[in-house]
């Protein structure tokens, strides 16, 4: 006889009203990828994503899964909850779940720690055969060889953004704020070629998005994988990191693959902070040549901007805000800073008592602020965070960037006209 199991991507109300109103959020792809490596001949599988579906709390599931990050544990914890007094066995993973397994034990009746190739499928064996443990871990480093395409046949109401796919995983790099080291451990791994071509090939849409947490981890590998992609007529975006874009073979292949924009962590325009947090790889010096040289492949700039680090006043706002329309910076991803779990900033804040709660929901770095900032309070640091947000996005602004980027101006317009909306409807 079948199980039923029901596969949640969580996200509370406060963050989704947050993020509903944006236009290009792609689906995460945590929740399909798991889906593929289930048998249905055991399972009838439901997916749901609360970016877009009511959650069936109506009906009953043998199996209930879960992948919690830490600004949705709580929610994660109460719909546990909700489905275990209903007679339901939940299943945690993610990153939470990795970093604290402690804590999330006490919130469900078994853990996946860490990356779940291997420790899944074994866990999902075991469940339908009713011998299963409280606690799976991931012992060794996953390949990503021979691994399942993600199942988008069970992903709903999101046609044009649920293209997502990962060609590598982790990131060479060790900033103080970032968890991927904690999570992934020390170690950069890459997809082969051929089955990310496949995977791409399997996208009905023709957008999609990069999920790797640095695209150019690995150049040449990068420079093979475009030389394939430009064979499929696809357009997408990718994270980078912009040091690695002086390469102008390598920005000249991905224009060619069809790239639209590239993510680019700049977080800071100031020497001091990006030393401060183990950032060193970018070059404040060289950021308006190397986003001039991306610009002028026609890729768009996708800038991550974080505020609230301890070389930060309250200047900072209007600085940042200067030097995005002085670069012609086509947009922005700016957070608040967020000592995650586990994290060096998480551990050095704690230790000078400058953390403000333990309620994980705060730890979302768009619509709270969880700690003491250095130069300012948590409200101004939190002012000055929607000051730039509603700045960045203003006429003046648009049209001054657009001036400078020139970059797929249409495409351009209308995500920064939605991001403007966005802004003006979080505000009100």
């Known amino acids: 006889m079948k199980k039923h199991i029901l596969m949640i991507t969580p996200e509370n109300k406060e963050i989704n009203k947050f993020r509903k109103r944006q236009i290009n959020n792609f689906i995460q792809i945590t929740m399909p990828y798991l889906a593929a490596f289930i048998d249905e001949d055991k399972y009838d599988i439901t997916l749901i994503d609360e970016y877009n579906q009511k959650i ?21 914890y109460n719909l546990s909850k909700l489905f275990r007094n209903k007679g339901s066995k939940v299943a945690f993973g ?22 779940a190739e291997e420790s899944w499928p074994k866990f999902l064996e075991e469940f339908y055969c009713g011998n299963y443990k409280r606690e799976y871990r991931c012992l060794n480093t996953p390949s990503l060889e021979g691994i ?9 109401g999101r046609f044009f953004t649920k293209g997502a796919v990962f060609a590598t995983r982790g ?9 991927l080291k904690q999570i992934y451990e020390d170690s950069f791994r890459k997809r082969p070629i051929k089955e990310v071509i496949e995977d791409i090939k399997s996208i009905k849409s023709r957008f999609f998005v990069f999920w790797d947490d640095n695209f150019f981890g690995d150049i040449e590998y990068a420079k093979e994988l475009l030389k394939e992609l430009s064979k499929l007529n696809k357009k997408w975006a990718a994270q980078v990191t912009l040091e690695r874009c ?45 986003i001039n040289c991306v610009h002028k492949h026609g890729i768009c700039v996708q800038a991550g901007i974080i505020f609230g680090f301890d070389t930060d006043t309250k200047e900072v706002f209007k600085t940042t805000l200067d030097m995005c329309n ?39 770095g768009k619509t709270r ?28 602004s648009i049209v001054t960037r657009l001036k400078r980027s020139k970059t797929n101006i249409l495409y ?17």
């Open 94 to 115: 993610g990153p939470h779940a990795t970093l604290l397994p402690e804590e999330a034990k006490e919130h469900c009746d078994v853990i996946i720690i860490g990356e």
């Open 246 to 290: 002086k390469d102008e073979e390598l920005l000249t292949l991905a224009k060619k693959a069809g790239c639209i924009y590239f993510f680019v962590g700049l977080e800071s325009f100031s020497k001091n902070t990006l030393i401060s947090v183990n950032k060193g790889i970018n070059n404040v010096d060289k950021y308006k040549e190397l």
């Open 412 to 428: 351009n317009l209308i995500v920064n006209l939605g991001y403007k909306i966005s802004i003006r409807k979080i505000v009100k």
């Open 369 to 396: 602020v969880a700690f003491q900032p250095k130069n300012m309070s948590p409200e101004e640091l939190f002012s000055g965070y929607m000051w730039f947000r509603s700045n960045f996005y203003s006429l003046k």
């Open 326 to 364: 002085y670069l012609g910076i086509d947009g922005v991803t700016v957070s608040i800073l967020t000592p995650l779990p586990r994290t060096p900033l998480h551990y050095q804040l704690s230790s000078e008592g400058r953390l403000l709660t333990q309620d994980w929901s705060y730890y979302n």
């Open 171 to 179: 990131c060479p790099y060790s900033c103080d704020y970032c968890n």
């Open 148 to 156: 399942p395409i993600p199942r988008r046949d069970l992903i709903k």
């Open 56 to 76: 069936p709390f109506e009906a009953y599931y043998d199996l209930v899964v879960i992948t919690v990050n830490t600004a949705n544990a709580p929610h994660c």
